[in-house]
Structure formats: structure tokens, C-alpha cells
């Protein structure tokens, strides 16, 4: 099982803060530093200083890092138009050496949309864009150099693309998500290296991973994405750490843990993360939303990671 520290800075995070998280995962030997992709907070918390853009985030962190994987769980297609976007990613691929994954989902929270001016179309518009994106982003970066790309979609239309910069990875892994039945599988099994279920129970996992093995029969894929999950992070040496932790983040310990939460001490961790590994995940995302507790880092990194 890899492991990936996961944030959410919306929640309220400088980069010195992102940065700070970044160095302690690489340090620890996690598989990777992911983001998420929103301008608004959620809950009860302040927020500040404020919402940072996810690739202004990593582009950064891909010359202030060496070696960690890096990336978005996920990207939403209505932030960004997808030429401009499949440059932005591409460059910071090649800024950070070819680390990059590059998460993209349909988006899903009105409130950010509207504070910010962002069009929010109905559901299945977005998903119509969503995969429009799909198709020209990855287009765009496997059109042979010196050749050109067009695309005539719905929603968006491309004529004589140079389909430049290239990533320094080819292909540049495409991580898709989500819970939805049909259309969410169709779409990792055509594109996705990494197929991810965020937030649900251990044993709902086994049947959205079937979907795509399934979607990808479908269309011939002889082997279907890579697949993984993201659950909240609540480890403490004992109880009563569980707890102080619990309660900075504002959840309850026993909440998380029927919930598919890592929670409790290093060895319940490690016996949680092993049922997700039989439930098919080969990558774990690891909801770190306390930010300045490197201490809890650390501890995974110690006393969880060398079990697995």
C-alpha cells in the first residue's frame, strides 16, 4: 500500500504552511503530496489567509521538493479551460521532473462557483465538459510533435492546436474519482491511470472498483485503471491523543472511524489500511487537515508506514 498525505487548504493554509506538509511527507517516505482543488471553505472554520490556486501550489512545490509524487484530488473542469489547463500541467510536470498526477472531476460545490464568478452549469453539462476536457487534454499532450490537433465538441472547439508543451512524463497519469454508477466508470476506464473512491465505507469499495473493471472490459482495456481511496487521518499514540486530534480537526474519533477513517493508534491504523488493501486499493490518500500538526505526520510515517 502507498501512501499519500492529502490536504485541504481551503480550509485555511498559507504555502509556507502547504510547504511545510509537502517536506515532512518527502521526508517521511510517502508516495506523494496532493491538494485539493476548491476556492471556498467548508464548515466551521475561518479559512484564512484565504483559498490558493492548486497549480500555483504545485508549481511551486515542484522546484522546492526532489522526489514526492505530487498532484490534485481533484481539479474541477469548470475552473479552467482545458487548452490553457493541459499547458499549466505539463509545465509543472517538467518543473518538478516528471512528478506530477493530474486529477480532474466534473466539479460539484455551488457555493465556491458563486463566489467567484465561475459558471456552474447543471449536473450533467458538467460532466459533458468534464469529458470534453478529458478527451483534448490528453489529446494534446500524446499529438506527435510537429503535428496538430482540432477538436469540434459541444462545448468547447480547438483548430490547429501545436498541442505544446509535452509533459516530461508520457502518459502523465490521470487520476478520476467519485461514486457515481455509469458515467464516472465509463470515464476512468477511457481515461484514468488511477481510479480513486474518496470518503466511503471499506466495504462499499470492492463493488465502484467492479464498475470500472467492468466499464473497462467494455471497451476493450485489458487492464483497468489502478485503483485507490481517501480517508480522513485521526492517529495518536494512545487514546487520549486520538481524541486531542479529533477534536482539532472538530470531528468525533468513533464518527471517523465508521466512516472508513485511518483513526487510533498506529496499530489499529495499520489493521484499517490493510482491510482497504483487501478491498482492492493499492494507494491510500491520508486526509491530513490539521496543518500544523507535523508531529501527526511524523508519527504515520514512523509507526504506520513501516507495517504496510
Known sequence: MRLVIFTEPQQGASHDDLLRVAKAAEDGGFDGFFRSDHYVKMGDVSGLPGPTDAWVTLAALAVQTSRIRLGTLVSSATFRLPGPLAIAVAQVDAMSGGRIEFGLGGGWFEAEHQAYGIPFPA????FDRLEEQLEIITSLWKTPAGETYSFAGKHYQLTDSPALPKPVQSPLPVIIGGHGKKRTPALAARYAAEFNVPFSKIEDLPTQYERVRVASTAIGRTEPPAFSAAAVLCVGRDDAEVRRRA????????????NGGIVGTPAEAVETIKRYAEAGASRLFLQVLDLADLDHVNLVAAEVAPHL
Open 123 to 126: 449536473l450533467g453539462e458538467r
Open 247 to 258: 477534536a482539532a480537526i472538530g470531528r468525533e474519533a468513533d464518527e471517523m472511524r465508521e
